[in-house]
């Protein structure tokens, strides 16, 4: 059974589909590319797992429980085990580093302090930044930013984190920091993630498989190999405009 399934998921907003029929599944321990032109529903696919926002019509299933019709008890549970890197990272600015990584933790749990730290600690460990615990997120650059906002993902131990364009606005090196960090989460602690992203060259790189949307369908999902080589015409055309971007 896939740990993630969409199931032909429409989804309307004032009649209009941003998402028209869309099908796909990520196995655990899968890191799964969602790339695609802006504005194709990609944001509004990764809100639907944590029911930010629910189908119109369709089904989606997390660990085969039905995210928009199950009770709130077991949708606190499924929120539990997903971790959100939201477009943004929106880090608490008169907060430090640790304070931020903290706050799920003190939200949605009645750990001690002392478990509190502790976790915290690991985390930051974890995303390579226990050095900036005490700074506040204005003193630390992007990527470290984005770094923290990683770590806040992670702190409640998900096992699934959605990134939504985690290297975006970075410079190639902090991104290809960023991107071996969602890689070394996922072989490390097993983390079954989807990774929206505009970072062709770095989803080829981590991720097990890609998925292409557009319009609201799943055009293909398949290995980097296997999507770069693609004779789709939808995907050549993808691979053609992002050349262009990167040259
Ligand atoms: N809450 C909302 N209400 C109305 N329209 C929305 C809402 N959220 C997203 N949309 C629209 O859905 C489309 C897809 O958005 P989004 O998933 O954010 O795109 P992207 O693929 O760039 O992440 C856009 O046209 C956006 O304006
Ligand atoms: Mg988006």
Known sequence: MSLIKFENVVKKFNG????????????????????GPSGTGKSVTLKHLVRLLTPTSGKITV???????????????IRSRIGYLFQGGALLAWM????????????????K???????????????????????????????MQKRAGLAR???????????????SGLDPVTSVTINRLIKKLNKELGITSIVVTHDLQGALNIADRILLIKEGKAIECSKPEEFVNSQNPAVKEFLAAMKGEIV
């Open 16 to 35: 209009v589909a941003v998402l028209d029929g869309l099908s796909f599944d990520v196995e655990k321990g899968e890191v799964l590319a969602l790339v």
């Open 63 to 77: 660990d085969g429980i039905d995210v928009s019709s199950c009770s709130s008890k077991e949708l606190t549970h």
């Open 153 to 167: 993902a992670i702190v409640r131990e998900s096992d699934i984190v959605l990134y939504d364009e985690p290297t």
């Open 96 to 111: 430090s580093v640790a304070e931020n990584v903290a706050l799920p933790l003190r939200e949605c749990t009645n750990l």
């Open 113 to 143: 302090d002392s478990e509190i730290d502790e976790k915290v600690a690991a985390a930051l460990a974890s995303v390579e930044l226990s050095a900036a615990a005490e700074k506040l997120p204005s003193e630390i650059s992007g990527g």
